[in-house]
């Protein structure tokens, strides 16, 4: 049964380059066929490297997370999720294993502190001191701010993909200077993704795919709508005034 490891790191404000250099090293080190996502942001989800994995005749996938420390949450969610890919039709005779939290190996912590002895530290003379940029100081000139969850678990439901759509519709519909789109961790509905919270509105969509995403951006961002059938939580400052009194009158 050919084997295969998809390492999997939590990584969401590394770069594209630093990534590629991540990655270069996990394949080296593990000797057989292997590939590296991230679970959160852009780029394949674990379910998309799964499938890819299982489509290219692996029968035995060796799931490792990379990193010290791996956040625990993560560790504790992957189990169900890799259960969930092999209940999925024709997966359940793919043999699917999760590799150990690396913090486990005291060995490999006491190698990375090594760095601490390492020779080239790099000189802090002549750099000038400096808490940030001149352009860190003001936003951008807005009107909507659309928080977009890039979280693991909205990855594993399209997120990744989703971001990229987005911004997409968003310039084809002429409004991208007019959003400042950010993009988070979780948020909490993580079983809704891909979701987005719309402020100052204060509502928050489910947007599964293109034609969804094209609606909002058209029906709620163009035209001012509110598209209520892909909408599922309004935030509580923004719902009707007297229900909100209701809710925090004592
Ligand atoms: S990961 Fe997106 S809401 Fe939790």
């Known amino acids: 049964m050919s084997f295969a490891v998809l390492f999997v790191v939590s990584a969401h404000a590394l770069s594209k380059r630093a990534l590629d250099r991540l990655e270069a090293a996990a394949l080296s080190a593990a000797h057989c066929p292997a590939r590296l996502i991230r679970l959160e942001d852009t780029g394949p989800s674990l379910i998309d490297a799964l499938d890819a994995m299982r489509a290219e005749g692996f029968g035995r996938i060796r799931v490792q997370p990379l990193g010290v420390p791996f956040p625990e949450g993560f560790l504790a969610w992957l189990p169900g999720v890799l259960a969930d890919w092999r209940a999925r039709g024709g997966n359940h005779d793919t043999a699917l294993e999760l590799g150990p939290d690396p913090a486990r190996d005291a060995d490999a912590l006491r190698n990375l502190a090594a760095a601490a002895l390492l020779p080239d530290a790099q000189s802090l003379q002549g750099v000038a001191p400096r808490l940030g940029k001149p352009g860190w ?23 990744a993909s989703f971001t990229h759509l987005l911004k997409e519709e968003l310039a084809a519909a002429g409004i991208a200077e007019r959003c400042l789109t950010t993009r988070t961790g979780c948020i909490y509905p993580c079983n809704r993704g891909p979701v987005l919270a719309l402020y100052p509105h204060g509502h928050w969509y489910r947007l599964p795919d293109r034609a969804a995403t094209r609606r909002f951006v058209r029906a709620v961002l163009v035209a001012g709508g509110t598209a209520d059938d892909l909408r599922f939580h309004t935030a509580r400052a923004a719902r009707a005034p007297d229900q909100h009194q209701q809710e925090t009158t004592p």
Do not use: N
Not at 142 to 158: D, K, N, Q, S, Y
């Open 137 to 159: 100081t003001d936003p951008p000139d807005f009107e909507f701010h659309l928080l977009v969850c890039t979280g693991p678990r909205c990855a594993i439901h399209g997120a």
